[in-house]
């Protein structure tokens, strides 16, 4: 499912010059769902599945095979917990998933397949070799992990495979925010980050939901957008009184409080939310604000294209985010470089579009390429990129 290209905007602070630039040159914006500052949405686990690749299995053992089936199920949907958890409040180093996550779930898998082939073997059938099937990667976010309970006990696997169903993402709309007196500035920045940690928080929930569905029809509106609803109001709120409290008019923001919901699979818009597989697989226009409304020195930034792909390869998924978060990674970059331009301008009417914009369509097009070939490298068709090279200024 391809995301809609959206604007989103990251306020872009590079130390208290850059922030005074940002903030008092124009109207700041929060990016809408929960794209800001580092956060990353939760991935899934990627298990091989084992009901397909099983021999027929005999009458005699076709309850404890499925029995064994059930707990690699349960098992992958507890990782995705721990997962979801994680994106929402990350722990740990570099190696924590590989240690705290995907180790010990291939140890719990191969005592299962272990026990999986015992039962072929009381059974008097030939012992399968599974071992090959205990090692777990990472989807990218968005991917549902492939499951093995589909299939009636006693029959032969058909590669009848389930997979979860994918998670979906609140849609908050984007308060707008006039131009923020210096004064204010830290309240506001504070508040805005609450912001986006509460989408985060309602984005894990619904990643949790969707491995672990619980609570009737009602469920998400009661116990996610209900309550992110209140928070939001809070938080908008301790932003009306910043401004109050500094002498400026008080915006009015009652009506950027309630948030609704992105479609299954479909990724927030904005940084990196939205996950592979799925043709959301997260990029977005990181930074792409419009701080600033014509006033002298406020600093532009860039607005980017948003690539829309189509559902990812599991086998190129890895690659693919890892060259979404490289356009993000360069989108922040070329920010930066607009911020200290707006602070110490240099060069003549052509600077941006030549030492900026120009060597971003490059680094873009180059990234974009890797994607396309990634698809290309596993047989899936390559997708043509090239019109989401080139990026404009908010």
């Known amino acids: 499912m391809a995301r809609p290209m959206r604007k989103n905007a990251v306020l872009k602070l590079g130390g208290v010059g850059a922030l005074a630039v940002l903030l008092l040159g124009g109207g700041l914006q929060l990016a809408s769902a929960g794209e800001n500052t580092g956060s990353t949405a939760a991935q899934t686990v990627n298990c091989p599945t084992v009901r397909d690749k099983l021999p027929a299995i005999p009458a005699s053992a076709a309850a404890g095979v499925e029995r064994e089936l059930a707990n690699l199920d349960e098992e992958i949907a507890r990782q995705n917990e721990r997962l979801a958890k994680q994106a929402a409040n990350p722990q740990g180093g570099a190696n924590f998933i590989n240690n705290a996550i995907l180790g010990p779930l291939k140890s719990k898998r191969v005592a299962v397949l272990d026990r999986i082939e015992i039962n072929f073997n009381r059974a008097g059938a030939q012992r399968p070799n599974l071992d090959a099937l205990a090692t777990c990667g990472l989807n990218a976010p968005g991917v549902a992990s492939a499951l093995n309970s589909s299939v009636k006990a006693g029959n032969a696997a058909t590669g009848g495979n389930n997979t979860t169903a994918a998670a979906q993402t609140v849609n908050c709309p984007t308060p707008q925010l006039p131009a923020v007196p210096a004064q204010a500035a830290a309240n506001v920045q504070a508040e805005l980050a609450n912001l986006d940690k509460q989408i985060n928080e309602a984005n894990a929930r619904l990643a949790q939901?969707?491995?672990?569905?619980?609570?009737?029809?009602?469920?998400?509106?009661?116990?996610?957008?209900?309550?992110?609803?209140d928070k939001r109001q809070a938080a908008l709120d301790r932003i009306e009184i910043a401004f109050n409290r500094v002498g400026a008019q008080r915006p009015n923001l009652d009506n950027f409080a309630a948030c609704g919901l992105n479609g299954a699979g479909a990724g927030n818009a904005g940084n990196g939310n939205a996950g592979a597989g799925n043709g959301n697989a997260g990029n977005g226009n990181a930074g792409n604000g419009n701080a600033g409304n014509g006033n002298a020195g406020a600093a532009r930034t860039v607005n980017c294209p948003t690539p829309q792909l189509p559902a990812v390869p599991a086998q190129a998924a890895a690659n693919v985010q890892a060259e979404l978060a490289n356009l993000d990674k360069q989108i922040n970059e070329a920010n930066a470089r607009l911020a200290q331009q707006a602070a110490n301008p240099q060069g003549g009417?052509?600077?941006?579009?030549?030492?900026?914009?120009?060597?971003?369509?490059?680094?873009?097009?180059?990234?974009?390429?890797?994607?396309?070939?990634?698809?290309?490298?596993?047989?899936?068709?390559?997708?043509?990129?090239?019109?989401?090279?080139?990026?404009?200024?908010?």
Not at 209 to 229: E, Y
Not at 359 to 366: E, G, N, S, T, V
């Open 209 to 229: 939901q969707a491995a672990n569905p619980q609570g009737g029809a009602n469920f998400i509106n009661n116990a996610i957008l209900g309550p992110l609803k």
């Open 349 to 394: 009417a052509n600077f941006i579009n030549n030492a900026i914009l120009g060597p971003l369509k490059d680094k873009r097009q180059a990234a974009l390429d890797r994607i396309e070939i990634a698809f290309n490298r596993v047989g899936a068709q390559r997708p043509n990129l090239d019109n989401f090279a080139a990026c404009g200024l908010n």
